[in-house]
Antibody, heavy 116, light 108 residues
């Protein structure tokens, strides 16, 4: 059974870069054809998809246009981890951040607060 | 992007009652690719239904999904105490995938 675990700083200053890690256990990221996702959820609101990469063919990555190119998703196969960087953060980026495989399997989430 | 509107915002029901949750899309959802999630406080969303009438692994048959085009419904035939939670619909027929704002099912 695949398991995902988010990690990273819980507090980021405005205008800085938010960097998160998703560690995958119970299977290799590239062991099958999957979408590996980052999703966030502000308190009291619905989830918002941020980005994913696809472990098939060219390994395509896609991003939510609403983030206006501030997000970057990347992967380190040797560590079985994938990452999210979100630059130029503001208070509006304060949310619970989740990593997920195919939106079927989710990590427990990490709360990130943007504040000075 | 496709905007999903869920109704009602809150549903107050008693255990054993039937719950009907609605999800309306701003445009037709390709392939009727709608999913439903359940979320309890402090937990990640849990996939219930996809496609829109297929139950995810381990989901009891009191949960059912239906609909097509722009109108979709999640039905819980008889509410169990563990079903009181927030429910979200998601469309993955268009890019980007989007979620609704949620319906809270609370104990009356």
């Amino acid at each position: 059974q695949v398991q995902l675990q988010e990690s990273g700083p819980g507090l980021v200053k405005p205008s800085q870069t938010l960097s998160l890690t998703c560690t995958v256990s119970g299977g290799s990221i590239f062991s099958g054809v999957y979408y590996w996702n980052w999703i966030r959820q502000p308190a009291g609101k619905g989830p918002e998809w941020i980005a994913h990469f696809y472990t098939s063919g060219s390994g395509r990555t896609d991003y939510n246009p609403s983030l206006k190119s501030r997000a970057t998703i990347s992967v380190d196969t040797s560590k079985n981890q994938f990452y999210l960087e979100l630059n130029s953060v503001t208070a509006a980026d304060t949310a619970m951040y989740y990593c997920s495989r195919n939106l079927h399997h989710w990590g427990q989430g990490i709360l990130v607060t943007v504040s000075s | 992007e496709i905007v999903l509107t869920q109704s009602p915002g809150t549903l107050s029901l008693s255990p054993g009652e039937r719950a009907t949750l609605s999800c309306r899309a701003s445009q037709s959802v390709g392939g009727n690719n709608i999913a439903w999630y359940q979320q309890k406080p402090g937990q990640a969303p849990r996939l219930l239904m996809y496609g829109p009438s297929n139950r995810a692994t381990g989901i009891p048959d009191r949960f059912s999904g239906s609909g097509s085009g722009t109108d979709f419904t999640l039905t819980i035939s008889r509410l169990e105490p563990e079903d009181f939670a927030v429910y979200y619909c998601q469309q993955y027929g268009g890019s980007p995938t989007t979620f609704g704002q949620g319906t809270k099912v609370e104990i009356k």
